[in-house]
């Protein structure tokens, strides 16, 4: 991935962890809660098409946003972190070269393909 997008997405991931200061849960508890998201790849269990459907799910930022939305609309805390987490977590995927999935499986995103060299 180019330079500049890995700039980008380490820039998202401190806006999430700045986010998570501004909440009164402890840092253990980001820590902790961090790599929930991957939970998602579960769904390539049944196989390439539902997996891609439940990972893309847990690593969408629009997804992530939205839920922090709602969380800031309606005071709710837990929201706010759900948000701030699914967020964090895709940025820091997204560092590391895994993007949303395409149903062909679990190595072919819109990044490019997982281990292939430029």
Known sequence: MKTTL??????????????????SYPWW????????????MLGYIINNRVGALSYNTFH??????????IGVYISNELLLLSGIILFSHTAFDRI???????????????????????
């Not at 508890?29 to 998602?40: H, T």
């Not at 969408?60 to 939305?69: E, M, P, R, S």
């Not at 062909?104 to 060299?117: D, P, Q, R, S, V």
């Open 60 to 69: 969408h930022k629009g997804i992530a946003v939205l839920i922090y939305i």
């Open 29 to 40: 508890l980001f820590l902790a809660l961090f790599l929930l998201p991957d939970i998602g």
């Open 96 to 118: 590391l070269g895994y993007g949303l999935k395409y149903e062909k499986g679990f190595k072919f995103t819109h990044l490019g393909e997982i281990g292939k060299k430029d």
């Open 6 to 23: 890995k700039l980008e997405e380490i820039a998202m991931l401190g806006l999430g962890i700045y986010l998570f200061s501004l909440l």
